[in-house]
Protein backbone atom coordinates (compact mmCIF):
# COMPACT_ATOMS: atom_id res chain seq x y z
CA UNK A 1 0.00 0.00 0.00
CA UNK A 2 1.10 3.39 -0.82
CA UNK A 3 1.65 5.24 2.30
CA UNK A 4 2.78 8.59 3.32
CA UNK A 5 4.44 8.74 7.07
CA UNK A 6 2.39 11.95 9.02
CA UNK A 7 3.74 14.18 11.98
CA UNK A 8 1.97 13.23 15.67
CA UNK A 9 0.63 16.68 17.09
CA UNK A 10 2.05 16.32 21.05
CA UNK A 11 0.35 17.86 23.79
CA UNK A 12 3.35 19.61 25.21
CA UNK A 13 3.59 21.43 21.70
CA UNK A 14 0.24 22.77 22.05
CA UNK A 15 1.00 24.11 25.62
CA UNK A 16 4.37 26.41 23.90
CA UNK A 17 3.32 30.22 24.04
CA UNK A 18 4.03 30.78 20.84
CA UNK A 19 3.74 28.82 17.73
CA UNK A 20 6.68 26.52 17.09
CA UNK A 21 8.06 26.86 12.96
CA UNK A 22 6.50 24.36 10.71
CA UNK A 23 8.23 24.04 7.30
CA UNK A 24 6.55 22.43 3.90
CA UNK A 25 9.17 20.40 2.42
CA UNK A 26 8.92 20.35 -2.01
CA UNK A 27 5.54 19.70 -3.33
CA UNK A 28 4.67 16.92 -0.44
CA UNK A 29 1.97 17.86 2.05
CA UNK A 30 2.43 18.26 5.66
CA UNK A 31 0.36 15.86 7.46
CA UNK A 32 -0.17 15.86 11.19
CA UNK A 33 -2.15 13.11 13.18
CA UNK A 34 -4.25 14.72 16.44
CA UNK A 35 -5.11 12.09 19.57
CA UNK A 36 -7.94 13.52 20.59
CA UNK A 37 -7.90 11.84 23.71
CA UNK A 38 -4.69 12.78 24.59
CA UNK A 39 -4.95 16.51 23.26
CA UNK A 40 -8.32 17.20 24.62
CA UNK A 41 -6.90 18.93 28.29
CA UNK A 42 -4.43 20.98 26.43
CA UNK A 43 -6.74 22.17 23.59
CA UNK A 44 -9.33 23.16 26.06
CA UNK A 45 -7.37 25.12 28.08
CA UNK A 46 -5.89 27.27 24.83
CA UNK A 47 -9.14 27.67 23.05
CA UNK A 48 -10.28 30.65 24.45
CA UNK A 49 -7.11 32.41 23.29
CA UNK A 50 -6.90 30.62 20.24
CA UNK A 51 -9.83 30.19 18.78
CA UNK A 52 -12.42 32.99 17.24
CA UNK A 53 -15.45 33.91 18.51
CA UNK A 54 -17.42 32.10 15.84
CA UNK A 55 -15.15 28.55 16.04
CA UNK A 56 -16.59 28.99 20.10
CA UNK A 57 -19.72 29.54 19.40
CA UNK A 58 -20.04 26.52 17.15
CA UNK A 59 -17.74 24.51 19.90
CA UNK A 60 -20.86 25.17 22.44
CA UNK A 61 -23.66 24.09 20.17
CA UNK A 62 -22.01 20.41 20.36
CA UNK A 63 -24.52 18.37 22.81
CA UNK A 64 -22.03 15.28 22.96
CA UNK A 65 -18.93 16.32 24.94
CA UNK A 66 -16.70 13.66 22.55
CA UNK A 67 -18.36 15.52 19.13
CA UNK A 68 -17.09 19.00 21.30
CA UNK A 69 -13.86 17.47 22.12
CA UNK A 70 -13.12 16.71 18.57
CA UNK A 71 -14.11 20.30 17.13
CA UNK A 72 -11.79 21.78 19.53
CA UNK A 73 -8.83 19.55 19.44
CA UNK A 74 -9.24 19.85 15.68
CA UNK A 75 -9.24 23.27 15.36
CA UNK A 76 -7.09 24.38 17.66
CA UNK A 77 -4.90 22.31 15.97
CA UNK A 78 -5.29 23.64 12.80
CA UNK A 79 -4.79 27.47 14.06
CA UNK A 80 -1.76 26.41 15.53
CA UNK A 81 -0.28 24.95 12.82
CA UNK A 82 -0.98 26.93 10.01
CA UNK A 83 0.90 30.01 12.77
CA UNK A 84 3.43 27.67 12.73
CA UNK A 85 3.74 27.70 9.07
CA UNK A 86 3.09 31.34 8.18
CA UNK A 87 5.39 32.50 11.05
CA UNK A 88 1.99 34.09 12.90
CA UNK A 89 0.54 33.80 16.39
CA UNK A 90 -2.65 31.34 15.96
CA UNK A 91 -5.00 33.85 16.43
CA UNK A 92 -3.95 36.21 14.42
CA UNK A 93 -4.37 34.08 11.38
CA UNK A 94 -6.61 34.91 9.40
CA UNK A 95 -9.11 32.36 7.64
CA UNK A 96 -12.52 33.03 5.20
CA UNK A 97 -14.41 31.39 3.14
CA UNK A 98 -13.80 31.00 -0.64
CA UNK A 99 -16.71 31.22 -2.92
CA UNK A 100 -19.01 28.00 -3.21
CA UNK A 101 -18.24 26.35 -6.38
CA UNK A 102 -22.18 26.25 -7.68
CA UNK A 103 -23.39 29.81 -6.66
CA UNK A 104 -20.17 31.68 -5.93
CA UNK A 105 -21.30 33.11 -2.96
CA UNK A 106 -18.72 33.24 0.14
CA UNK A 107 -19.44 29.74 2.10
CA UNK A 108 -17.47 27.17 0.10
CA UNK A 109 -14.06 25.51 2.05
CA UNK A 110 -12.10 27.68 4.68
CA UNK A 111 -9.14 29.35 2.97
CA UNK A 112 -5.93 31.59 3.28
CA UNK A 113 -6.48 34.90 1.66
CA UNK A 114 -4.30 34.85 -1.24
CA UNK A 115 -3.82 31.07 -1.14
CA UNK A 116 0.19 31.44 -0.53
CA UNK A 117 -1.21 27.89 1.96
CA UNK A 118 -3.61 25.76 1.39
CA UNK A 119 -4.83 23.34 3.79
CA UNK A 120 -7.44 20.82 5.00
CA UNK A 121 -9.05 19.40 7.98
CA UNK A 122 -10.60 16.02 8.97
CA UNK A 123 -11.77 14.16 12.02
CA UNK A 124 -13.90 11.40 13.54
CA UNK A 125 -13.60 9.53 16.84
CA UNK A 126 -10.81 10.22 18.82
CA UNK A 127 -8.29 11.40 15.79
CA UNK A 128 -7.91 14.66 13.72
CA UNK A 129 -5.70 14.63 10.44
CA UNK A 130 -4.65 17.72 8.92
CA UNK A 131 -3.17 18.49 5.79
CA UNK A 132 -0.86 21.67 4.71
CA UNK A 133 0.41 22.08 0.76
CA UNK A 134 1.37 24.54 -1.39
CA UNK A 135 -1.31 23.43 -3.56
CA UNK A 136 -4.94 22.34 -3.06
CA UNK A 137 -5.08 19.76 -1.33
CA UNK A 138 -7.66 17.50 0.77
CA UNK A 139 -8.13 14.99 3.36
CA UNK A 140 -10.10 12.73 5.42
CA UNK A 141 -9.87 9.85 7.79
CA UNK A 142 -12.73 7.96 9.03
CA UNK A 143 -13.39 4.45 11.28
CA UNK A 144 -13.33 1.20 9.24
CA UNK A 145 -17.59 1.58 8.27
CA UNK A 146 -19.14 -2.05 9.34
CA UNK A 147 -19.87 -4.55 6.83
CA UNK A 148 -23.92 -3.98 7.95
CA UNK A 149 -24.08 -0.78 6.43
CA UNK A 150 -21.90 -1.08 3.35
CA UNK A 151 -24.84 -2.19 1.71
CA UNK A 152 -26.66 1.45 2.60
CA UNK A 153 -23.97 3.49 1.43
CA UNK A 154 -23.50 1.53 -2.37
CA UNK A 155 -24.89 4.65 -3.99
CA UNK A 156 -21.47 6.40 -3.51
CA UNK A 157 -19.75 3.67 -5.27
CA UNK A 158 -18.38 3.74 -8.55
CA UNK A 159 -20.04 0.50 -10.68
CA UNK A 160 -16.25 0.08 -10.81
CA UNK A 161 -15.66 -0.22 -7.12
CA UNK A 162 -19.00 -1.71 -6.65
CA UNK A 163 -18.04 -4.63 -8.35
CA UNK A 164 -14.76 -5.15 -6.59
CA UNK A 165 -16.24 -5.51 -3.69
CA UNK A 166 -18.63 -7.31 -4.30
CA UNK A 167 -16.32 -10.40 -5.12
CA UNK A 168 -14.13 -10.06 -1.96
CA UNK A 169 -14.68 -11.69 1.26
CA UNK A 170 -16.96 -10.47 3.63
CA UNK A 171 -13.96 -9.44 6.23
CA UNK A 172 -12.38 -7.66 3.49
CA UNK A 173 -15.10 -5.42 2.21
CA UNK A 174 -15.02 -2.57 5.49
CA UNK A 175 -11.33 -1.77 4.74
CA UNK A 176 -11.74 -1.81 1.12
CA UNK A 177 -14.91 -0.15 1.29
CA UNK A 178 -13.53 2.67 4.07
CA UNK A 179 -10.69 2.70 1.64
CA UNK A 180 -12.69 3.89 -1.32
CA UNK A 181 -14.94 6.74 0.47
CA UNK A 182 -11.74 8.54 2.27
CA UNK A 183 -9.84 8.57 -1.07
CA UNK A 184 -13.20 9.95 -2.38
CA UNK A 185 -13.54 12.58 0.16
CA UNK A 186 -9.99 13.43 -0.01
CA UNK A 187 -10.15 13.96 -3.82
CA UNK A 188 -13.65 16.44 -3.42
CA UNK A 189 -12.52 18.76 -0.68
CA UNK A 190 -9.25 18.91 -2.72
CA UNK A 191 -11.22 20.24 -5.43
CA UNK A 192 -13.21 22.27 -2.64
CA UNK A 193 -16.91 21.07 -4.11
CA UNK A 194 -16.99 18.25 -1.00
CA UNK A 195 -20.11 15.98 -0.96
CA UNK A 196 -22.18 18.10 -3.51
CA UNK A 197 -20.53 16.52 -6.07
CA UNK A 198 -21.36 12.88 -6.93
CA UNK A 199 -19.01 10.74 -5.07
CA UNK A 200 -19.51 7.64 -7.47
CA UNK A 201 -18.63 9.64 -10.44
CA UNK A 202 -15.17 9.21 -10.21
CA UNK A 203 -13.44 5.70 -9.96
CA UNK A 204 -10.52 5.91 -7.22
CA UNK A 205 -10.62 2.07 -6.54
CA UNK A 206 -10.62 -0.15 -3.35
CA UNK A 207 -7.51 -1.92 -3.82
CA UNK A 208 -4.35 -1.22 -2.02
CA UNK A 209 -2.91 1.13 -4.59
CA UNK A 210 -5.28 4.20 -5.64
CA UNK A 211 -6.26 4.64 -9.21
CA UNK A 212 -4.86 7.33 -11.08
CA UNK A 213 -7.00 11.07 -11.45
CA UNK A 214 -5.92 13.72 -13.84
CA UNK A 215 -4.35 16.61 -12.10
CA UNK A 216 -3.91 14.80 -8.93
CA UNK A 217 -2.03 12.56 -6.74
CA UNK A 218 -4.03 10.42 -4.23
CA UNK A 219 -2.03 8.43 -1.59
CA UNK A 220 -3.75 6.58 1.11
CA UNK A 221 -2.33 7.87 4.72
CA UNK A 222 -1.17 5.48 7.53
CA UNK A 223 -3.22 6.01 10.61
CA UNK A 224 -3.90 3.76 13.86
CA UNK A 225 -5.54 0.68 12.91
CA UNK A 226 -9.31 0.74 12.83
CA UNK A 227 -9.65 3.62 10.59
CA UNK A 228 -8.47 4.54 6.95
CA UNK A 229 -7.25 8.05 5.40
CA UNK A 230 -6.36 9.48 2.29
CA UNK A 231 -4.68 12.72 1.01
CA UNK A 232 -5.29 14.31 -2.49
CA UNK A 233 -2.90 17.13 -4.05
CA UNK A 234 -3.46 18.73 -7.12
CA UNK A 235 -0.61 18.61 -9.23
CA UNK A 236 0.94 20.88 -12.16
Known amino acids: MTLVTQQLLLPERLSDPGPARAVLVGASPGLWLVDTTAYRAHAARH ?28 HVALRRLLGAYLGLAPREVAVE ?19 ALHFSLSHCTGISLLAFATAPVGVDVEEVVPLRTIAELSDVLHPRE ?8 SAERPPAFTRVWTRKEAYLKGLGVGLSENPAADYVGSGPVPAGLPGWTLTDVLVPDGHCAAVALRTP
Open 162 to 169: AAELAVLP
Open 47 to 74: APGTLDAQELARAAEFVRAADRDSYVCA
Open 97 to 115: RAPCAHCDEPHGRPVLPGG
